[in-house]
């Protein structure tokens, strides 16, 4: 059982938008704002896509999107394109263990 | 450019040892943490431990606790991985990862342990 807690699936059709919600406890989700998101296409290395909960390094298109709300973080997808789908993780800065935990992963098909 | 550069792939019997490493490149090695990130196959992933190259502090995940041993030799920038005892459960994929406050800032590129009698 992973430590935050995600959908093991989401879809949408090309041009919709989605929203995947990756939801922890008071000791790390609701704790801080380190929250970050990484897109993970099998066989590949993961990438980072989001970072300080809603910051998106160099690169990443402005179709994602992270806000948080309490002990729920979320990623938002818009606009979405084929090569979108992938596995999607959260991950939180967790301070009972100094440094993060994942969620457990977020399949997205694009329809 | 940062580069995480790990060892290649390995095919082990259960009971035997491995060590795997991560070099780092382009950076300050002993200024930032880095550590250990593991994905079983169809699984997700999981942060195993972290290491502060700059004075050996390490922290783990208490599932890997007693069950891996990281480390680090700043002067060869380079970070390691190490089991005593293999287990076919060890089977994974590993990832190295240049953290901050949770965060994996840059990958390397895997090492794929399978272990098999």
């Known amino acids: 059982q992973s430590a935050l807690t995600q959908p093991r699936s989401v879809s949408g059709s090309p041009g919709q938008s989605v929203t995947i919600s990756c939801t922890g406890t008071s000791s790390d989700v609701g704790a801080y704002n380190y929250v970050s998101w990484y897109q993970h296409h099998p066989g590949k290395t993961p990438k980072l896509i989001i970072y300080?909960?809603?910051e998106r390094p160099s690169g990443v298109p402005d179709r994602f999107s992270g806000s948080k709300s309490g002990n729920t973080a979320s990623l938002t997808i818009s606009g979405l394109q084929s090569e979108d789908e992938a596995d999607y993780y959260c991950?939180?800065?967790?301070?009972?263990?100094?440094?993060?935990?994942f969620g457990g992963g977020t399949k997205l098909t694009v329809l | 450019e940062v580069q995480l550069v790990q060892s290649g792939a390995e095919v082990k019997k259960p009971g035997e040892s491995l060590k795997i490493s991560c070099k780092g490149s382009g950076y300050s090695f002993t200024g930032h943490w880095i550590g250990w990130v593991r994905q079983m196959p169809g699984k997700g992933l999981e942060w195993m431990g972290v290491i502060f190259p700059g004075d050996s502090n390490i922290r783990y995940m208490p599932s890997f606790q007693g069950q891996v041993t990281i480390s680090a030799d700043k002067s060869i920038s380079t970070a390691y991985l190490q089991w005593s005892s293999l287990k076919a459960s060890d089977t994974a994929m590993y990832y190295c990862a240049r953290e901050v406050w949770g965060a994996v800032e840059y990958w390397g590129q895997g090492t794929l342990v399978t272990v098999s009698s």
């Open positions: 300080g909960v809603t």
């Open positions: 991950c939180s800065y967790a301070g009972h263990y100094s440094f993060g935990v």
